[in-house]
């Protein structure tokens, strides 16, 4: 497949199944992989020539989670996709959990969710009991099942603080020093939580709770 992909960007050329005849083309090819190309291009598994022709103008799009700020926009854009006819918001909650998560589905994965959300929501604004669980709980948020039967999603309870007498709490100590290397930072989120040895999911939820953006 990959000769007949080559020739055709190549000629301009392309032959139907069956026929013998040569038909010419004009079109312009967009192509997008999640694999790395140049290692399989090294392993033989992959032709270096193919690799060169769709080479010619390379975008680099990270990964969602590594732009977490693209969230909102997104969100807006694939609702309107999603749920066609309606007018669909999210509340501040909800989307204070979606950008806790860190999708390791991708964009794809931002879809799936927006449209479970969507279609859980009776009227036009969707908060977080119509997100996944996985989706809430990255944000400090458990299910709970109301005296009327439907699912809600509620803070859970930090742990209870050991603490001896005139002492403060290991949360405190966290926060406070979490703080102090906060207002000394001058990157971005990703540096600060890669200097604290933590995840990016979890410094913003650090931040979240102390308030902090």
């Not at 992989?33 to 140049?38: G, K, S």
């Not at 007018?87 to 991708?106: E, F, K, Q, R, T």
């Not at 979490?178 to 999911?201: D, M, P, Q, V, Y």
């Amino acid at each position: 497949m990959q000769v007949k992909l080559l020739r055709l960007l190549e000629t301009g050329t392309f032959r139907r199944v069956g026929a013998s005849d040569f038909l010419k083309s004009d079109v312009r090819l967009i192509s997008a992989t999640h694999r790395n190309l140049r290692t399989m291009v090294a392993e033989d598994r992959f032709r270096q020539d193919l690799y060169f022709r769709l080479n010619t103008f390379p975008i680099a799009l990270p990964a969602l989670r590594e732009r977490l700020s693209d969230v909102p926009l997104l969100a807006e854009t694939l609702l309107a996709r999603v749920a066609p006819g309606r007018v669909l918001h999210l509340s501040a909650a909800a989307l204070d959990c979606l950008m806790a998560y860190d999708y390791p589905g991708n964009v794809r994965e931002l879809r799936n969710v927006l449209e479970r959300a969507g279609l859980l929501c009776d009227g036009d604004t969707i908060q977080p009991e119509h997100l996944p669980a996985e989706v809430t709980a990255a944000a400090g948020l458990t299910a709970k099942v109301g005296a009327d039967g439907t699912a809600r999603r509620e803070a859970s309870a930090p742990p209870p603080a050991v603490a001896g007498p005139g002492s403060r709490t290991l949360a405190e100590l966290e926060d406070e020093a979490l703080r102090r290397r906060f207002a000394a930072h001058h990157g971005n989120r990703k540096t600060l939580a890669a200097e604290l040895g933590i995840s990016e999911r979890t410094l913003y939820r650090k931040l979240r709770n102390m308030r902090i953006r």
